[in-house]
């Protein structure tokens, strides 16, 4: 190592060269990091959607759900298979391990479902399967409005602005929502069709026959080729009319207009979507995997500044995920150089050598460029939590440089020169700087191991700080000594001495003066202090973990919030959206002049029932005073008075760490008997209605729907020459409609207009339109009265699945209380109130088992992080018995984390737990410098414990305090900020800083004491002071340095 040093601090221009070179791979590998919020997690999740026409619920389970979920299940590394069947609808949903190889799973997925595909009804659409990933949430929303014309709207987005948007770099896809998509409709009058014999999907097979272009052969005439092609394709209305679709008696054609009104309308199906109360049409966007978020961004809002919009068209983005990431970031940068300013005073402050301050100022800066280049060859994304790691490690990465650059000093003081001051003041700290470093990074290791999201989203933090470690480290060893030969001087400014002094008087002395009165009472007072003291922490600890709440990811503040609406099972589209409006204006009543906007949404089809609305919020910065969560608990109060039979869902949160289709608490009913299992939901929804905290207590899926069944006798059905499937479809084009085909007019920028086919409104209102609808059988029209009964019932819009077995979920969500206690009362209330007959079971799911998850995930990870730190430990001092010593830092250090955190009202979550897990790695450092000098001492004065303990307290303190003030001032801006994101990087700060502050102050004092009192006993093995890590500066060294040379 010291011929390497050697040679750093001899080639200076070889340096700078080096350094030049690592400016630019910095810059390159900066510019080329993808930028995200959060870390691109691959979810272990894999769905399987199946499409069963004219099927209910019930038969969609049986014949299609269960089918699937039975292939499936032999699969490797599924942890949990549970299914979804409604209204021709399959949806199976497979959650693999944390880790596993979801390429490898998809393909053996598709296999399973290869196998069993002839078990599936012939009805049934081939199975698709689809990957889960970070990169399906849109990054953008826009929203174009302007006209009261939808259907104009809805083409000029469809045709010409989406192709636009999906042209920008780094977009996947673009999905359009709300307005009216233009359909022709053909409704069939029943009457006419009667008269005539017809069946409605004649009509159906006659119209995709009729409408086609076909190339067939070639001849020719002279020297020219043609190619011969037959035109048939509709282009208008007129054509549709003229379709031939049987003849008279007399041969003289039907042509369509006869039978049906044919005209252009539009789709009924779409959603409602409004913003501000103005009628619109919004773009979803997500970006393609990896893609640079910001880049993806910025692309898109030049290209809508390129539109060439219509006169009155407007539009404005609702939601940009980079204005999320840009302020995140530029929330921890803030930080990030405010804690290097803090650490770099602190330094001025104990040092008060201009020259030596600046290296070590120059130090951050080369070790944060190194780091970008070493993220960059790791994979890692510039997110939140990388950049977390980054400002952690700001106040980390001094620490070497301060060791290196104080042992110089030392040897300067000493009548080194220059050079060999360098070399020798650099290298007899490398190895000791090289153990510490490692030490720090060791507790980071065990995250490789943790599985789960807590591992996913937290390993990008862990590679930041062990390569910043090892950033700071190379520069500590290469750019410190280099500079340290040509700037250290023992010559001080006069101006900044008198300075010096000030401080050394009024305060450093001071503190050392009370420091030596503590530490000689408590190694003259051994049992007096230790004995209260250790008892005090311990207790501390205890009551911290049973007295501070506990949640997995706690909620960020977004700025806006999210209302579900779910109306009664039955209700209109129209009916829904007039509710919205209604409540929308309540929103804008409550919030008022905080409102920045309000977007509605009412569903169609068989979601007519349902509608939500997302209202954003003024920033802070213009003027909000209140959090996002105060105005979701004033807009709950305002709809306090609405029907019970409406209910509303507010989130505050659109984004989270958890799963974002949980509602928090998750309770599920395992049970076959769907009729008793909802009668059991209703009682335990009863018995939690006065536990604290907890609110939207719910079933959540919606009550059994109204429905008529058409049975059909098969006897008779088959004597008239009749199936199962005709009679269906027929009943499925009448009243539901089909599309039989699609059409583009001429000198039109509308293109596939479906062609949608049906009775008309008169003919499909009630139960008696469906008795006597017509179905045609090879001996003339027979009603549907004549070969089924048609009946009312109520039938399950849902039927839920999860391990094989039926489950009836309740949702609900908690309030101003931790997770924890909530839970606790949740099944004490149920237990107490909720008799289980046999058959039935409840199983507790949601964000409550993901938190139960990620703390046995960082359980793990703590053990391991002690069991290796305690192993570089043992090794560093070839003792088992002086990292024990040393590891009695790490509950002072837990201690001081809950205390901290129980004074800002922070909870024990996933990101304060990581916290208290990178604490073990930095609060043993103090000691190993106290008990390394004080082994020195005892082996080289040959003195005991006691003196020992009371020559290396002082000695150290300096030291000490200098590395630990940077790393805690380093923290403060983390641990204060209010920025975006804040509710992620924030707990962890304080957990660090609690710890670390707490264990510096205790550490000075007890860890000598007990070592002290230890070696008193048990004296030192005779080793030769070399072997003897130096941790700090190398002493031990001071006999050798009162003989120049030497």
Not at 40 to 45: C, G, N
Not at 209 to 223: K, P, R
Not at 456 to 482: E, G, K, N
Not at 511 to 532: D, G, M, Q
Request: glycine letters at 8%.
């Amino acid at each position: 190592m010291r011929s390497f040093i050697e040679l750093i601090v001899k080639r200076p221009v070889a340096v700078f060269m080096g350094i030049i070179a690592v400016v630019i791979l910095g810059a390159v590998s900066l510019s080329r990091l993808p930028v995200d919020f959060l870390p691109d997690m691959e979810l272990p999740f894999i769905s399987i959607r199946t499409t069963y026409d004219n099927a209910g619920p019930e038969e969609v389970e049986k014949s299609v759900s269960k089918i699937i979920e039975g292939a499936v299940s032999s699969v490797n590394n599924i942890k949990e298979v549970s299914s979804t069947s409604e209204e021709e609808d399959s949806r199976v949903f497979i959650e693999f391990n944390w880790g596993s190889d979801l390429a490898s799973a998809t393909a053996d997925i598709r296999e399973a479902i290869d196998r069993i595909r002839k078990s599936l009804p012939d009805d049934a659409e081939s199975p698709a399967v689809y990957k889960f990933s970070t990169d399906n949430i849109p990054v953008m929303e826009i929203s174009f409005y302007g006209t009261d014309n939808l259907a104009a709207l809805y083409n000029l987005v469809d045709n010409q602005i989406l192709t636009s948007i999906e042209q920008v770099g780094g977009v996947a896809m673009a999905e359009i929502r709300g307005g009216l998509k233009t359909q022709i409709k053909v409704d069939v009058d029943m009457n006419r069709l009667q008269a005539y014999g017809l069946d409605i999907n004649t009509i159906v097979s006659t119209l995709a026959t009729e409408n086609q272009n076909i190339s067939g052969g070639e001849t020719y005439e002279g020297v020219y080729k043609y190619t011969l092609r037959t035109t048939g394709e509709f282009k208008t209305v007129d054509d549709i009319g003229n379709v031939v679709v049987a003849l008279k008696t007399n041969s003289t054609p039907i042509r369509l207009r006869e039978l049906a009104t044919i005209y252009e309308g539009y789709d009924e199906d779409g959603d409602v979507i409004k913003v501000n109360g103005t009628p619109a049409v919004n773009v979803s966007i997500n970006k393609e995997s990896g893609a640079n978020t910001v880049a993806v961004s910025d692309g898109i809002k030049k290209r809508l500044a390129t539109l060439n919009l219509p006169e009155g068209i407007k539009y404005e983005v609702l939601f940009n995920s980079a204005d999320n990431v840009n302020n995140a970031i530029k929330g921890v940068l803030d930080t990030a150089w405010q804690g290097g300013l803090f650490a770099v005073i602190i330094l001025m402050l104990y040092l008060w050598n201009v020259r030596t301050v600046l290296i070590i100022a120059i130090s951050i800066p080369m070790s944060i460029i190194v780091t970008f280049t070493l993220m960059y060859f790791f994979g890692t994304t510039l997110n939140i939590i990388s950049l977390s790691g980054l400002v952690l490690g700001i106040g980390m990465m001094v620490d070497n440089s301060i060791v290196v650059l104080e042992n110089i000093f030392f040897y300067r003081n000493n009548g080194y020169g220059k050079y060999s001051s360098a070399i020798d003041g650099t290298s007899t700290v490398a190895l000791a700087i090289s153990a510490s470093t490692l030490t720090t990074i060791a507790v980071f290791l065990p995250f490789l191991f943790v599985e789960g999201q807590t591992g996913q989203m937290f390993r990008d933090l862990c590679i930041t700080v062990t390569v910043s470690m090892i950033a700071s480290l190379a520069v500590a060893l290469t750019i410190v000594p280099m500079l340290g030969a040509r700037l250290v001087t023992t010559k001080k400014s006069k101006f900044l001495s008198k300075f010096e002094d000030f401080f050394d008087k009024h305060f450093h002395s001071k503190v050392n003066y009370v420091y030596e009165k503590i530490l000689t009472y408590s190694v003259h007072h051994k049992n007096r202090v230790l004995i209260p003291v250790i008892t005090i922490v311990f207790t501390v600890i205890i009551v911290g973990l049973i007295f501070i709440g506990k949640e997995g990811f706690p909620e960020s503040d977004e700025g806006q919030f999210r209302a579900s609406i779910t109306m009664p099972i039955g209700t209109r589209k129209e009916q829904t959206g007039t509710f919205i409006d209604r409540m929308r204006k309540d929103v804008e009543e409550v919030v008022g002049k905080d409102l920045s906007r309000i977007q509605t949404r009412a569903r169609s089809g068989s979601d007519a029932n349902k509608g939500e609305i997302r209202a954003k919020l003024i920033d802070k910065s213009d003027g909000r005073t209140m959090e996002t969560a105060e105005y979701v608990e004033l807009v709950r109060k305002k709809l306090a008075s609405y029907p019970a039979t409406i209910n509303v869902d507010l989130v505050s949160s659109m984004r989270g760490g958890g799963n974002s289709d949980s509602s928090g608490i998750d309770i599920d009913i395992v049970g076959e008997d769907l009729t008793r299992a909802r009668e059991l939901a209703n009682n335990v929804i009863a018995a939690l209605q006065d536990v604290p905290g907890l609110r939207d207590v719910r079933l959540k899926k919606s009550d059994a729907s109204p429905e008529l069944n058409v049975t059909v006798n098969r006897d008779l059905a088959s004597k008239m020459g009749l199936n199962i499937n005709t009679v269906a479809n027929s009943i499925k084009t009448s009243f539901g409609g089909t599309t039989a085909t699609r059409m583009t007019p001429d000198n039109s920028d509308v293109t596939d207009i479906d062609v949608i086919v049906r009775l008309n409104e008169r003919d499909r209102i009630n139960i008696d339109d469906v008795n006597r609808m017509l179905i045609p059988t090879p001996a003339g029209m027979v009603p549907v009265s004549a070969i089924a009964n048609v009946d009312k019932s109520f039938a399950p819009s849902e039927i839920e699945r999860k391990n094989d077995s039926r489950i009836t979920s309740i949702t609900a969500s908690g309030y101003g209380r931790p997770m924890n206690q909530i839970m606790t009362d949740v099944q004490a209330a149920i237990n107490e109130k909720v008799f289980l007959p046999s058959g039935f079971s409840i199983v507790y799911s949601g964000d409550y088992e993901d938190m139960n998850e990620a703390f046995g995930q960082l359980i793990q990870a703590l053990f391991l992080a002690l069991v290796l730190v305690y192993a570089i430990m043992a090794s560093q001092f070839e003792s088992y018995i002086a990292p024990f010593v040393i590891a009695l830092a790490i509950p002072f250090g837990f201690a001081g984390s809950l205390t901290l955190l129980f004074v800002t009202g922070q909870t024990l979550s996933v990101y304060s737990g990581i916290g208290v897990i990178v604490l073990i790695g930095i609060v043993v450092n103090n000691g190993i410098v106290l008990i390394d000098y004080m082994n020195q001492l005892m082996h080289e004065k040959k003195i005991n414990g006691d003196k020992a303990a009371l020559i290396a307290g002082p000695r150290r303190l300096r030291p000490v305090l200098m590395t630990s003030l940077t790393t805690i001032l380093g923290l403060l801006p983390m641990a204060l900020s209010s920025g975006e994101g804040n509710e992620m990087y924030q707990p962890l700060s304080l957990a660090v800083l609690g710890g670390l502050t707490v264990s510096t102050m205790f550490t000075l004092v007890i860890v000598p004491t007990v070592y002290a009192a230890i070696r008193n006993r048990i004296p030192l093995k005779d080793y030769d002071a070399k072997d003897l890590a130096s941790v700090e500066t190398g002493t031990g060294i001071d006999d050798a340095l009162s003989t120049p040379g030497k």
